[in-house]
Nanobody, 128 residues
Framework: VQLQASGGGLVQAGGSLRLSCEAS????????MGWFRQAPGKEREFVTG????????KYADSVKGRFTISRDNAKNTAYLQMNSLKPEDTAVYYC??????????????????????WGQGTQVTVSS
């Protein structure tokens, strides 16, 4: 599956952005989706993930209550709504996918190594 992330940009602290991740090439509904981010000099970290049916989600503690992941399987697109942005949210954001046919319901892996397909990344910069 090919992934194309978009929607990043420059925003002031307290503002909002919505990232999109459009998938192509395979049956989108077969894949769990995740969002990760990587700030300069830091390791890539898990932000949030959603199961292939959209019924289960998982969030990093640092974004709980501020970020929301969703997906529209009819549009082959996953979304990341980011509200109340903070300067520490500044990073390159990546979407990722892993085929999840046969997985236990509700399992959303929080590690980068669990995902097989990655988008190109989109820069999010939050100014103070």
């Amino acid at each position: 599956v090919q992934l194309q992330a978009s929607g990043g940009g420059l925003v002031q602290a307290g503002g909002s952005l919505r990232l999109s991740c459009e998938a192509s090439g395979r049956t989108f509904s077969n894949y769990n989706m995740g969002w990760f981010r990587q700030a300069p000099g830091k390791e890539r970290e898990f932000v949030t993930g959603i199961d292939r049916n959209g019924g289960y989600t998982k969030y990093a503690d640092s974004v709980k209550g501020r970020f929301t992941i969703s997906r529209d399987n009819a549009k082959n697109t996953a979304y990341l709504q980011m509200n109340s942005l903070k300067p520490e949210d500044t990073a390159v954001y990546y979407c990722a996918a892993v085929q999840a046919i046969g997985w236990v319901a509700g399992y959303v892996p929080p590690t980068a190594t669990a995902y097989d397909y990655w988008g190109q990344g989109t820069q999010v910069t939050v100014s103070s």
